[in-house]
C-alpha cells in the first residue's frame, strides 16, 4: 500500500478527532519526563553518598558475546489452532572469524502444533517459546549471554505453562503437546524441565537485559521522598551520564518487589502420565528457583544494575547472578563488552540481541510457509473442507 493511503481504513471524521488531542497527548508525555533540577541533584547526591552511581573505567573487553530470543504465534483457523513457536541464538560483532556453535547444542529452535480451539493455548506457546530460550542460553559457551528480558517474567511464563489447570482447565491435547514437545527435543521428558531452567539462572554468563521496565526499587527504596513519578529506567536513563552505572543490588529492595520474589513459584498441576507432581517434579521446580527467592533468612542471589553506555542511548537494566556482581573486574568489563556491541543511534540495544530480536519477529514467515504446506494438502483444500482452514475472520 502507498505511503499516502496508509490511514485510508480510519473515518476521516475519527482520524481529526484523533489529531485534536494528539497536542494533549504529546504535553502529557513530555510531563512525565520532566525533572526538576532540584530533583536531580537531591537524587544524585544521595545515590552517590551511598556509593550507588560508579563511572565504568576504559579496559579490556570480550566479544564473546551472544543473546537469545523467541517468537511465538497462532493461527486460529476455523477447525483448529495452528500453534509456532521459535527461539534464535545470534553472536555479536566481533573482529576475529566468527567461532563455531558449541557441538551439540541449538542454535535454532522451533515447535509447531495443531490443536482445538482452546483459551489456554497462548499459555503453551510462550511457555515452549521460554524453554528453547532457556535451552539455547545455558548450552552455549560465550562469556556473555544475553538473555531478552527479565528472569521474573521467564518464570511468570513457565509457571503459566505448567498450571495451566488453574483457571483455564488445560485439557489433554495440552499436555500431549508439551510431553510430545521434550520427548522430541531432550532425554527425560517433563523432568528435563527444571534441569534446563537451573542451567539457565546457576549460569553467571547468562544476563537479563530489559528493553522495557516498570520497577520503581531504587526510587521506592532510596530517593522515596523526592516525588519522582517515573520508573526506576526513565529516571536512570536521565540521571546517569556515559559509562556510569548503579551499583548492582539484589533484587527486592522495595516493599511491592520483595513481596513478588517472597511469593515466586513454579508449580505443576497438570495430569502428566508418569509424572508425580508432588513429591518429584514439583520440589525440583522449586529447587531451580529456590536461590532468587527472598526469605526471612536470605536475600536473592539475582541482582539488577543500570548501565548508560553512550550519551544518546537510555539506561539498561541489567539482571545478573551474585558472583558477577560481587565481583567488580568482570561486571565492568561485562559492561564494556555490552557498550562495545552499540553501534549507532538507530540501534539502541546490543547487536545481537538487536538482531535475535528481528529474527524472531520474523515468525509469520514460518507461518506463511506453514500455511502453503495447509493449502496444499490434498484433503485440506477439498471443496468441502476449503472453508476450514481459512482463519475464523474474514
Not at 107 to 134: C, D, K, T
Request: aromatic letters at 8%; a negative charge.
Amino acid at each position: 500500500m502507498p505511503e499516502t493511503n496508509k490511514y485510508a481504513y480510519l473515518p476521516e471524521d475519527l482520524l481529526l478527532q484523533i489529531l485534536e488531542k494528539t497536542p494533549e497527548t504529546a504535553s502529557k508525555l513530555a510531563e512525565s519526563i520532566q525533572l526538576s533540577k532540584q530533583q536531580t541533584s537531591e537524587a544524585r547526591g544521595v545515590l552517590e553518598n551511598k556509593n550507588l552511581i560508579k563511572k565504568c573505567p576504559e579496559g579490556n573487553h570480550s566479544e564473546s558475546v551472544m543473546a537469545a530470543d523467541g517468537a511465538c504465534i497462532i493461527d486460529h483457523k476455523t477447525s483448529s489452532d495452528i500453534l509456532l513457536a521459535i527461539a534464535v541464538g545470534v553472536d555479536g560483532l566481533s573482529s576475529k572469524e566468527a567461532s563455531s556453535w558449541p557441538d551439540g547444542q541449538r542454535q535454532y529452535q522451533h515447535w509447531q502444533a495443531v490443536l482445538p480451539h482452546h483459551v489456554a493455548n497462548s499459555r503453551l506457546a510462550q511457555g515452549i517459546m521460554f524453554l528453547m530460550e532457556l535451552s539455547i542460553l545455558a548450552g552455549n559457551d560465550r562469556e556473555i549471554r544475553i538473555m531478552d528480558g527479565s528472569h521474573l517474567t521467564t518464570i511468570l511464563k513457565l509457571n503459566s505453562l505448567l498450571s495451566a489447570n488453574d483457571q483455564d482447565a488445560a485439557d489433554q491435547p495440552y499436555v500431549n503437546a508439551l510431553s510430545n514437545f521434550l520427548n522430541e527435543n531432550y532425554e527425560k521428558v517433563i523432568p528435563d524441565i527444571p534441569n534446563i531452567i537451573r542451567d539457565a539462572f546457576s549460569n553467571d554468563s547468562v544476563i537479563g537485559l530489559t528493553k522495557y521496565s516498570s520497577s520503581r526499587e531504587i526510587i521506592d527504596s532510596k530517593l522515596d521522598n523526592l516525588g519522582i513519578d517515573m520508573d526506576d529506567k526513565v529516571f536512570m536513563s536521565i540521571l546517569l551520564k556515559e559509562n556510569e552505572y548503579t551499583t548492582p543490588l539484589p533484587v527486592g529492595q522495595c516493599d511491592k518487589e520483595r513481596s513478588m520474589w517472597e511469593k515466586i513459584h513454579i508449580r505443576c498441576n497438570l495430569n502428566i502420565e508418569g509424572v508425580s507432581n508432588s513429591t518429584e517434579f514439583n520440589p525440583q521446580l522449586e529447587e531451580a528457583i529456590k536461590p532468587f527467592k527472598i526469605t526471612k533468612d536470605s536475600k536473592s542471589t539475582l541482582h539488577f544494575c543500570y548501565f548508560k553506555p553512550e550519551n544518546y542511548t537510555s539506561a539498561l537494566r541489567i539482571e545478573i547472578k551474585r558472583e558477577l556482581a560481587n565481583d567488580q573486574t568482570r561486571l565492568e568489563r561485562m559492561f564494556r563488552s555490552i557498550s562495545n556491541q552499540i553501534i549507532s543511534t538507530d540501534i539502541r540495544e546490543p547487536y545481537p540481541q538487536y538482531l535475535a530480536d528481528i529474527m524472531a519477529k520474523n515468525i509469520h514467515f514460518g507461518m506463511d510457509a506453514i500455511n502453503q504446506g495447509v493449502f496444499n494438502n490434498p484433503i485440506l483444500n477439498s471443496r468441502e473442507n476449503f472453508s476450514l482452514i481459512f482463519p475464523y475472520r474474514t
